[in-house]
Structures are given as C-alpha cells and as structure tokens.
C-alpha cells in the first residue's frame, strides 16, 4: 500500500486553496489539483487519511470527464505528470494518481444538485412539508423514493461548514440568467450519469456539480464529477423503498462516529483499523462498478 497522503507541502508551488480533501495549486492559465487522502464527517476533518482515496477519486472524476464531455465541456486536462508544469517534476512521487492538471475558470458561486430519490436533507425536509428546496412533491412519498422526474434543487458554497439548499429563485440572484442553462445541463448530466449506473447495478440517488466559466465565455464542469463524495450511490439489487440503502459514501464513517461520545467539534477521535479499511473498500467498490475495473493502486504509484 502507498503511503497516505493527508497534506501536501509543495513549497516551489503557489497554493491557491486548500479544501477539505483537495489541494489546488495555481499557475497561469492552468491549477494543478492533488486530491489527498483525507475524510471528513459533520464538516471536521479526521486525524486519520484513508490510503489511496485521492487516487479513487481523481480517477473516478477523470473516468467522468470523458464520459459526459459530448454533453458539457470540462477544465480536465491531463493527468500525465510529464505535461504538467516542469516546476511540479520534483513532487511526481506524491502526485501520481491523484493529481490532474486543469483549465483555469471563473467558478460560479454556486452548487448544482440534482436529486431523483428523496433521500438526506430532502427527506428531511419532505417529512415536514412535502417540499425539497421548496419544490412541492406529490403526497405519500417514502424514504429513498424515486422522485416523478430529477429536480434541481441548488446549494450555496461554503467555506466552512455546510452548504445551504437554495430556492432556484435565490440561485438566480446569485448567478443571474445562466441559472437556466445550469439546471438544464445539470439534469441533463444526472440522467445520463444514470442511466449509464444503472446498467451498472449502482442508483444515482443525488449529486452536485459544480461549473465555472472560462476568459473567453465556455461554461465548463469544473471540480470533482461523479465521485462517491459529491453523490449518492446505491446498490440497486439491494433498493428498497423506505429505508436507508447500501451506499458507496462515508455513511460508514458518520455510522461510527455516532456511536461514540464525540460532541462533532474538532478535535476528531482516532478512527479505529478496521472502520479505515471498510470506508477504503466502500471507495474500492464504487470504482471497480462504475468503471468495470479492478482497482490496482500499483499502477499508480
């Protein structure tokens, strides 16, 4: 196994921002973004990282890249370290595998969710009011019902903390008229990333995207796509309606931690052994479905 990476400190690069699972390092038209190994729950990052998780999850994102780029353009560019800025060369060791080089953008101020089954903060709020985000649903809905048709139902970005579902009225004070073009692209994504997953045996329940526009205009799919951190992945042998579902997400990890005495501030608790190695195999899992391959982390490392 390759050694975690929590944090890179690549000191001849210019840090741009560091989030909670990704480092974005800035050059002139392009940023270089490294996914760590790191995993939060109830917005605190873990002292532990998970090994290989940036790996899955920049290949997972690039798997997607290629897959939806007839229907919206994207800002990857490569992941071959060779093409990366010379100055990134002495750190190829820790950016094989994770690491994508990407078209600089003018990310919007916003997330893009899209949701066809009623599940998380939907449910939630559909329990008391029979509404997601304010968008009224038929009556007698279950937990982990398949919505009539996938709503768009965006979220404000947050530094710290969660994000804040949004009426579609609100994102468009935000984002101004392309509020339109967002959501017909965002379902347009969503039914495709669908369909393709449930040939697979996965369910897409939900996911956000997250676009931004280039010097010269191109809206653009820009940040993570598709991965088990930004959707909800079901088992669909296993869908049931009403009740939760087996899922490819860090459930595992927010499973554990409610069963013990921590208070949800930081500091976090240690994560015992053996619940690192089932969130890493739920990682595992999503990969080797979505993309119908073995996940050998050697041939990244």
Known sequence: MPSTIKETNFKSLSLWRKGKVRDVYTFDTTLLMVATDRISAFDVIMNEGIPTKGILLTQ?????????????????????????PPETFEYSQQLRGRSMLVQKTKPLPIECVVRGFLAGSGWKEYKESSTVCGITLPEGLQESSRLPQPIFTPATKAEEGHDENISFEQAKEIVGPIIDTLKKVSIELFNFANAYL???????????????????????????????????????????????????????????????????????????VEVMDRILGKYKEAFEYVTGEPFHWEQYG
């Open 60 to 84: 997972l994102s690039k798997f997607w890249f290629y897959k939806t780029q007839h229907i919206i353009p994207n800002h990857f560019i490569s992941d071959t370290i060779s093409v990366f």
């Open 198 to 272: 449930e040939q697979r045996g996965i369910i897409l329940a939900d996911t956000k995207f997250e676009f931004g526009i280039t010097e010269n205009g191109v809206l653009m799919l820009i940040d993570e796509a598709l991965t088990p951190d930004s959707s909800r992945y079901w088992l669909k042998s296993e869908y049931a309606v009403g009740k939760a579902q087996y899922n490819f997400d860090k459930q595992v990890l927010r499973d554990y931690l409610e069963t013990t005495s921590w208070n949800k501030q930081y500091p976090a608790p240690n994560l015992p």
